[in-house]
């Protein structure tokens, strides 16, 4: 018991370190909002690509898609859960509509990465660690590199819609605006122009018709796209493409020696310059929870309710149901590793890269301090030790 406290608590104390620096920088005035915004806005165009690039072209294969099919099953099915909690409990909190999309996307997107892969890690580890052996040369080593790998299989699908359609629900609605004044004002000029030279044919309306869908269709594709997921897109075809694969990661090649080691390096940067721009955002707590609207606390308990809570809850009982229907039939389904791994990648806070999407767009930074100061500092370790607990005894109660 002592081991997995201790093993939560070094995997929050990791993030919350790191965070505690960047509120030192910020309180002696080595980063003010202007630099913070740079920072953040530089990160997200490149850094957290090279890390994401990295990432997922060193893990994924073909192979790896056959093989490991259950994850993305389970992450798709985590999404649907998380998205149908959302629309149910919402309305109940009484969440505004211009918020709706924030807690959405909290919600939708937990932290898949730094934080799983340091509880997998300290789990392996610690005594109870040997529960999770299934092969017969299985050791600390191998529980551990086997959980990582699924964990960070799962955060590759977690990266490639958090920064598609996660990324459009943090987007500043201004434009939006804009563009209906653009309709509004293209639909006058048409009105006048049908009024001064007559009709349009059926044939010229459609043909506009059509044109204005492509065009929309094109606009929504181009709102979507971000840096972080073209680098992701770009991932997936080297590590599909054998020869590209090779030509980048063999230890042999030129390239990894030089091109390859200067982009895992680059990467390596981004998640403590996240967490040093969160941290130099908790200056502003003290104000912040002083001056918070009603409506801002009840989007954040809306949040953490459904995300640290109901979302877990839901996550356990599927792998679960998965182990217990799935152990005649899968490999995948009788080993403890994936089973613990897949619960805890479903039961982790708010993804931190939010609040670097936030604070580059300059939309909803006072929620996502919020959110993530209790989710982190308040809710995150008694919820991972409960979750370690749960994923333990249905690991200890197939297994019988």
Known sequence: MIDLILSAVQAIMQVMTIVFIGATLAYYDYIDNDQQRWLSRLNMIFFTPCLLFTNIASVVSLEKLLDLWPIPAFYITFIFISWVLCQLLMPLFKVEMQHRRFVLAC??????????????SGLAVSESGKSLYFYTDDTQATVSARGISYILFFGLFSNLLRWSYGFSLLRRTSKDEEEIVDVHTSDT?????????????????????THRLIKKLMRTIQQSMSPPLLAAILAFLVGLCRPLKHLLYSKDSFLYGSLTHAIQSCGKASVPIVLICLGAQ??????????ASHEIHKTVRAT????????????????????????????LAGDPVFLVAIIIAGCTPTSINLAQITQANRVFQDEMLHVLFWSYGVACIPVCIAVVFAALFIVKHLAT
Do not use: H, W
């Open 107 to 120: 919600v939708l997107f937990s932290n898949t990465n730094s934080l799983p892969v340091a509880i997998m």
């Open 282 to 291: 908790l200056k502003m707590i003290r104000e912040t929870q002083a001056t």
């Open 304 to 331: 953490i309710f459904i995300r640290m809570f109901l979302a877990p809850l839901c996550a356990i009982l599927s792998v679960f149901i998965f182990g217990c229907l799935g152990q005649p039939y899968l490999e």
């Open 189 to 209: 000029f048409s009105q006048s122009n049908q009024n001064s030279y007559g009709s349009i044919s059926a044939t010229e309306t459609s043909e506009k018709g």
